[in-house]
């Protein structure tokens, strides 16, 4: 069985630093593409950044880019996401995916959320101005 389980949310100021853990059960970190979507309240879910297992591919959003870091440790079966300088636009529930379609971080970054394979319960982040 295939687990996802997401840690490490919480609240801050802008400009504060949090960082998400996930970890995994059931499932090869080489084989898969993994990483994190959000969805804020009223908007869309949103691709923030992933890393493929197959080819060492990484993705980030534009939004987040300089600011975010995905990193992975096999040994404890665990992805994090680094997050630095939040800004109140990156409160959201965060979701720790995963999946075996894809070859890329960026192919499963344009793919819909709602097709993937596996994603956690969600954690949520909020950043206060």
């Known amino acids: 069985e295939v687990q996802l389980v997401e840690s490490g949310g919480g609240s801050v100021k802008a400009g504060g630093s949090l960082t998400l853990s996930c970890v995994v059960s059931?499932?090869?970190?080489?084989?898969?593409?993994m990483g994190w979507f959000r969805q804020a309240p009223g908007k869309e879910r949103e691709a923030v950044s992933y890393?493929?297992?197959?080819?060492?591919?990484?993705y980030y959003a534009r939004s987040v880019k300089g600011r975010f870091a995905i990193t992975s440790d096999i040994a404890r079966n665990t992805i994090y996401l680094q997050m630095n300088n939040l800004k109140p636009d990156d409160t959201a529930v965060y979701y720790c995916?995963?999946?075996?379609?894809?070859?890329?971080?960026?192919?499963?970054?344009?793919?819909?959320?709602?097709?993937?394979?596996?994603w956690g319960q969600g954690i949520q982040v909020t950043v206060a101005s």
């Open positions: 059931g499932i090869a970190f080489d084989k898969v593409v």
């Open positions: 995916a995963a999946d075996g379609t894809f070859l890329t971080a960026q192919a499963m970054a344009v793919s819909p959320t709602g097709t993937y394979d596996h």
């Open positions: 890393r493929s297992g197959r080819d060492d591919s990484v």
